[in-house]
């Protein structure tokens, strides 16, 4: 694949199989974790996180459990920088 999008979380290591990718990973709002950013750097790939919005009627022990949404038009513009070649929008 020449993105891969989808929420932290152990989905993400498919990216070990991939050669050239840029890897979209989405986070709820005021939590970021380096696991997959560090692994897309160790395979040579782009990393870009995007954060999301709270859903406001859910209550979360831990931030990292918090549900979140996040903006399709959001999305859309990661892969679209990402296959246009814009490597820097959003990057680490």
């Given at each position: 694949?020449?993105?891969?999008?989808?929420?932290?979380?152990?989905?993400?290591?498919?990216?070990?199989?991939?050669?050239?990718?840029?890897?979209?990973?989405?986070?709820?709002?005021?939590?970021?974790?380096?696991?997959?950013?560090?692994?897309?750097?160790?395979?040579?790939?782009?990393?870009?996180?995007?954060?999301?919005?709270?859903?406001?009627?859910?209550?979360?022990?831990?931030?990292?459990?918090?549900d979140f949404t996040v903006s399709?038009?959001?999305?859309d513009q990661a892969v679209q920088?990402?296959?246009?070649?814009?490597?820097?929008?959003?990057?680490l």
């Amino acid at each position: 694949a020449d993105v891969l999008v989808g929420p932290s979380g152990s989905g993400l290591t498919n990216m070990i199989f991939s050669e050239d990718a840029t890897i979209i990973e989405a986070f709820p709002p005021e939590f970021f974790r380096t696991w997959f950013y560090e692994l897309a750097k160790l395979r040579d790939l782009t990393h870009r996180p995007i954060f999301g919005d709270e859903k406001k009627d859910t209550q979360a022990v831990q931030p990292r459990h918090q549900d979140f949404t996040v903006s399709p038009d959001l999305i859309d513009q990661a892969v679209q920088d990402a296959i246009s070649g814009n490597t820097t929008a959003g990057q680490l």
